[in-house]
């Protein structure tokens, strides 16, 4: 306990200099400035009052509680120790190596996988004649027909000739490009390249429609315009799924009926209609058979099934 | 269910051609239309071309464009499942095999660009590979090219197609690390666990950031919550400044595993923490300890701590010479009591919690009103610091240990010393008291131990090889332990005063120990700056709680639970919670003594057995020694005995009872005689005049009955067998005076003389007629006979003498069996009974 100038030793220094009993050493300590009272040792400590035996000790409001309590702070922990961490690299990482690195454009990701043609190659040539071959007068002469115009005293103005099925009269394709194709689109493009070599790319026009076989893509494909038949007696090549497929939430959806008109259309203009359809017969619209030549465009289909179909060339009707 | 996945349902009824193309094509990671006729037509020749626009714009598709389409995720999954079985959808044998199906796919895409034959390898070999060894083959040049050569294109990649992996590559490690190749991205992918391969690379990228950020943890009573704002955090902690935050949390339990928790950087996560304290191990191996509480004292060395009985109070020392009470549920400082003038060193509670007993280096111990904080009292009396101080289970008086050596009982209501205790040669360091209140025990510096008994004086408990620092007692009383500045803990036999046991482990001083209120664990601080928790019975430490910065000073158990507080002089306390090790502990020490218990049993059902296989063979043994012994005291008996008694058995009867005669003899020499009751004591001789084997001469100077007179007499015999039915024989006449017929018959006479000299005579009398003779000059003959007989009868009957009828041959026998049986018994009891007698007088 000390003053600010005074210390306990100076005190004993006093006592002992001075030689003062007991009783003066108290007054001795408050001349010298000690607040506290010092204790009379040679009087015994005075006897207090038993001390309450059991007390419950209550929540005491923190009335006193230091003055340099802290607001919050987190305690800054040490680490009680250091675990070895295997913070080693793989060994392969130094030495592995590399493979051909994977492409980071949709563009890196095109390449042209092998193509399989829906008509078995074999027969492609002989199906395309037979399909798109209308007839014409231009094979024999009709012996037949001559003895029974002079048995008739008829006269010859045209030499009778048997009729032969010709590719000659060319054909008008008309593409589906719609939705519901998009599966055959490279079929139909490899079909438009067979066409050409089969029937000769000059006697071939080719269109295509997004929508409606009525409204057809202008050659360079940058509008729509409408359809226009071709010269009478010319056939018709419908590459489509007369309406069959179903593509989920496509706004081109084509009815039925609309191929009817389209086919009663070129009925008119005496230019026959086939169709190449992916889709087998039974699925095939009935009220279509009649008026449009079907042929199923797939693997199974072979030139006696086509001539089975649309005959020895079609009639271009009169 | 997806929409995907219906749609497969839906086509494997109605449209089960279109499941079979998509299966064919499911391993593509793209399908073109030329894959799909591929394998339309090399797999499933007899589908139309339908069915590829039929898949093309089904439900199974993703997405879809002229060039190609892509399948949804979840239908390719279920489809490859589905091939890989080999069946179809329909549940039937597929008509073709997933090697066919790989081959179509391999073909048609022979040029495809490198990442989509990638994915189909990938996907390949998920479904072929049964281990993930050759996916990582695959994956590692990936992972060498984005972190070896900056290609950061590869983790793009990952990025990108993660979803179309199947789950068995993208649990791989070496994907993994592709996809932590951008961890900003766990917002919208939940980036894998760090294991293996992955976790060592990961570490290693961690390992190499140079910075570290501070990472605030707030604490819960059931959890850690980590990434807390710092104004609500309890702890912060240093860890590698990375985003995503990658740490390892280990609740407080025995053999816990580590569990890796990653969570973005800004963000908080909550981690379930059973008790504390619970470590936190950084991606860079720093171990934090998480303890439920720590009580900051602004800096001050805790010297001497004490818990209130309430358990949600302490009372700690400083070096200051302030004592402070402490709110353990906030770790709110309460109050501070301010009075002595030296570093407070010791502090103890009065059992009632209402005051409180500290011992300091000013040499004074002060009782303490913790209501008010006043000084209720100054002890002075040490000549030097007061280092321990303990209050007597009564409340009344106190102990006081000093480094001047002494101790001292103090009378806390007067102040007065009540007595003081000397003997120690150095500083004493520690008081404990005996919870009987007459024993007290006091750690010195002179490396002992003693136990103080107001009546004997002390007793020295010697074993420490340096200060003892510490002591505490368990509640049975009888023991004690110790903690030593050699580093030890003693458990102390107080009845015996020896050494049960020394704990090992710590690697510097102990500077306080205690013992849990159910005396099963003892708590070791020590300047090591660990907690240690023995188990007092195995000496096993079933814990080392570290994470105080400094010397640990003091520890102290919470009443009623499991929690203990600790005091450092890093200036803080140190709330532990002991729950699951001692949960753990017992649950060990149960299985112990279930396992004791079922060895003891099993060892008690061995021991029966054992001792019951022994009782036999004793039982067994003792037969056999009683066996022998019988057959030796048989034989010794049987040699004891003396010769066998002869009895000899006289048939006397005329001739007409041949039959019966006969009957007799064999009667007695053929079952009586080797009967075992008689073989050995009796030995019976059959007597008649008509026994062929008889020594009996029968002279020819006379006739057989004068013979066998002469040879035998009936009173010679034992027993007389009279049998009479018709006949009563020849009389027998005076030999000096033939005319005179002394008996009518020998019989009669044999049957006189016997009855005469006290023999046994059984006298039998045939019933009914005997054959008369077929000539008419014997029946005079005969009926005198008969008469005779009867006469004979008579005069027995007269005389009182008993007869015996019997019917025929047998029933004699019977007879006769039965009545020689009862007196050759008495005749052999008796012979018996006189041999000992013999024996007996000899």
């Not at chain 2, 104004?231 to 935050?245: G, I, K, M, N, R």
């Not at chain 2, 009982?409 to 007065?416: A, F, K, Y």
């Not at chain 2, 009479?724 to 033939?738: C, E, H, N, Q």
């Amino acid at each position: 306990v000390k003053s600010s100038e005074i210390f306990v030793g100076d005190l004993i220094r006093v006592v002992d200099a001075l030689g003062l009993k007991a009783s003066m050493i108290e007054r001795a300590a408050s001349l010298l400035g000690f607040a506290l009272p010092v204790p009379d040792l040679a009087r015994p400590e005075q006897k207090l009052k038993p001390l309450p035996v059991s007390v419950k000790l209550p929540a005491p409001p923190p009335t006193n509680r230091p003055d340099d309590q802290p607001a919050k702070t987190p305690i800054l922990l040490e680490p009680v120790r250091r675990d070895t961490v295997d913070a080693s690299p793989p060994a392969w990482l130094d030495s592995g190596v590399l493979r051909p690195a994977p492409a980071e454009t949709d563009a890196d990701l095109s390449f042209d996988p092998p193509y399989e043609p829906l008509f078995a190659p074999g027969q492609t040539r002989h199906i395309l004649s037979a399909a798109l071959a209308t007839r014409l007068l231009e094979g024999e002469i009709d012996g037949e027909r001559i003895v029974l115009a002079r048995a008739r005293r008829e006269p010859i103005r045209i030499v009778p000739r048997r009729s032969v099925p010709s590719v000659r009269r060319g054909v008008q394709v008309l593409l589906d490009r719609r939705d519901a194709l998009m599966p055959f689109f490279a079929d139909q493009n490899h079909l438009v390249s067979t066409l050409s070599a089969v029937i000769g790319a000059d006697r071939i026009s080719v269109l295509q429609f997004l929508r409606r076989p009525t409204r057809v893509l202008s050659p360079e494909g940058l509008r729509e315009q409408d359809y226009e038949l071709p010269p009478s007696g010319t056939p018709i090549l419908l590459v489509t799924d007369l309406a069959i497929g179903v593509p989920p939430l496509s706004p081109h959806m084509l009815s039925v009926d609309e191929w009817g008109g389209f086919a009663r259309r070129a009925a008119g203009a005496r230019c026959p209609v086939v169709a190449f359809v992916p889709y087998p017969a039974r699925r095939w619209p009935t009220n279509l058979r009649g008026a449009i030549n079907i042929v199923q465009w797939d693997r199974s289909t072979t030139a006696g099934d086509t001539h089975r179909r649309v005959g020895r060339g079609l009639r271009v009707s009169a | 269910m997806s929409r995907a996945l219906r749609a497969i349902e839906g086509l494997a009824r109605f449209r089960p051609a279109v499941l079979d193309l998509a299966m064919a094509v499911s391993l593509a990671a793209r399908i073109e239309p030329e894959l799909l006729r591929t394998a339309r037509l090399r797999l499933l020749p007899h589908h139309d071309a339908g069915v590829e626009a039929d898949l093309w714009f089904s439900p199974l598709v993703e997405s879809r464009n002229p060039i190609a389409m892509v399948l949804a995720v979840d239908a390719a999954e279920e489809l490859r499942r589905v091939l890989l079985s080999g069946k179809d959808a329909t549940g039937e044998d597929a008509a073709f095999s997933l090697d066919d199906a790989w081959a179509v796919v391999n073909e048609v895409h022979k040029k495809a660009p490198p990442t989509i034959k990638l994915i189909e390898r990938l996907t390949w070999l998920s479904l072929t590979e049964t281990g993930s060894e050759r996916i990582e083959e695959e994956l590692r040049p990936l992972v060498v090219a984005a972190f070896r050569d900056g290609r950061r294109e590869y983790i793009d990649w990952a990025h990108r197609v993660h979803d179309r992996l199947q789950p068995r590559v993208r649990a791989t490690a070496a994907f993994g690390m592709l996809l932590w190749g951008r961890p900003e991205a766990p917002a919208t992918r939940r980036l894998p666990t760090p294991t293996g391969d992955l976790k060592t690379w990961i570490l290693s990228q961690l390992a190499g950031v140079s910075e570290r950020a501070t990472l605030c943890v707030g604490v819960e009573p059931d959890a850690i919550v980590l990434g807390v704002e710092s104004e609500q955090a309890d702890y912060s902690l240093s860890v590698p400044d990375t985003d995503p935050v990658v740490l390892d949390l280990r609740p407080n339990a025995p053999n816990a595993a580590w569990q890796t928790v990653i969570w973005t950087k800004g963000a908080s996560h909550r981690f379930a923490v059973d008790s504390f304290p619970a470590e936190i191990r950084a991606a860079t191996g720093e171990v934090y300890s998480i303890p439920l509480r720590v009580i900051d004292t602004r800096h001050s060395a805790v010297r001497g701590l004490a818990v209130l009985k309430d358990g949600n109070h302490a009372l700690s020392g400083s070096e200051y010479g302030t004592l402070c009470l402490w709110d353990l549920t906030t770790g709110e400082a309460l109050r501070t009591l301010q009075g002595h003038r030296g570093a407070v060193n010791a502090v103890a509670v009065v059992p009632d919690d209402a005051q409180a007993l500290s011992g300091s280096e000013d040499g004074t111990l002060r009782l303490w009103d913790l209501h008010t904080g006043e000084i209720l009292r100054t002890l002075e009396g040490h000549r030097g610091a007061v280092n321990a101080v303990a209050v007597m289970p009564d409340g009344a008086r106190a102990l006081s240990g000093s480094e001047d050596g002494a101790l001292r009982l103090w009378d806390l209501h007067t102040g007065e010393i009540l007595r003081t205790l000397e003997g120690h040669r150095g500083s004493v360091n520690a008081v404990a008291v005996i919870p009987d209140g007459r024993h007290w025990l006091s750690a010195s510096d002179d490396n002992t131990l003693r136990m103080w008994d107001l009546d004997s004086g002390p007793h020295i408990l010697a074993g420490h090889t340096s200060s003892v620092n510490s002591v505490a007692v368990l509640p049975d009383a009888e023991h004690a332990v110790t903690g030593s500045s050699d580093h030890t803990l003693r458990l102390w036999d107080l009845v015996r005063g020896n050494t049960l046991r020394v704990f090992e482990g710590h690697t510097a001083s102990i500077t306080a120990v205690a013992v849990t209120g159910d005396g099963r664990c003892a708590l070791s601080a020590s300047q090591d700056r660990s907690i240690r928790v023995w188990d007092i019975e195995s000496g096993e430490m079933l814990q080392n709680l570290a994470g105080h910065n400094d010397v640990v000073t003091t520890v102290a158990v919470v009443a009623n639970s499991r929690r203990l507080v600790s005091g450092s002089v890093d200036g803080s306390l140190r709330l532990w919670d002991l729950a699951p090790l001692l949960g753990a502990r017992v649950q060990a020490r149960r299985a112990e003594q279930e396992k004791q218990r079922a060895e003891a049993a099993r060892r008690a059902e061995e021991e029966k057995q054992q001792a019951e296989a022994t009782r036999r063979a004793e039982e067994e043994k003792q037969r056999a020694e009683a066996t022998g012994r019988a057959e030796e005291e048989k034989h010794r008996a049987e040699e004891e005995l003396p010769p066998p008694k002869l009895v000899r058995i006289l048939i006397s009867s005329p001739s007409d009872v041949a039959e019966e005669r006969k009957a007799a003899a064999e009667l007695i020499e053929q079952e009586l005689a080797k009967r075992e009751a008689f073989r050995r004591p009796l030995r019976l001789h059959v007597l008649g005049y008509d026994d062929l084997h008889s020594d009996t001469p029968f002279l020819a100077d006379r006739s057989a009955q004068a013979s066998l007179d002469r040879g035998l007499q009936s009173a010679d015999a034992e027993i007389v067998v009279a049998i009479l039915w018709a006949r009563m024989g020849t009389p027998v006449r005076d030999p000096s005076d033939p005319a005179r017929i002394l008996y009518q018959s020998g019989t009669e006479q044999e049957v006189e003389e016997a009855l005469n000299a006290g023999r046994e005579v059984l006298i039998y009398f045939r019933r009914g007629s005997a054959p008369m003779p077929d000539n008419d000059d014997d029946i005079s003959e005969v009926l005198s006979q008969r008469r005779k007989v009867r006469a004979f009868r008579d005069r027995l009957e007269q005389h009182g003498r008993g007869v015996n009828d019997y019917q025929d041959v047998a029933d004699f026998k019977r007879k006769l069996a039965q009545h020689l049986d009862q007196r050759l018994t008495r005749i052999r009891d008796a012979s018996l009974a006189r041999a000992r007698e013999a024996v007996k007088e000899a």
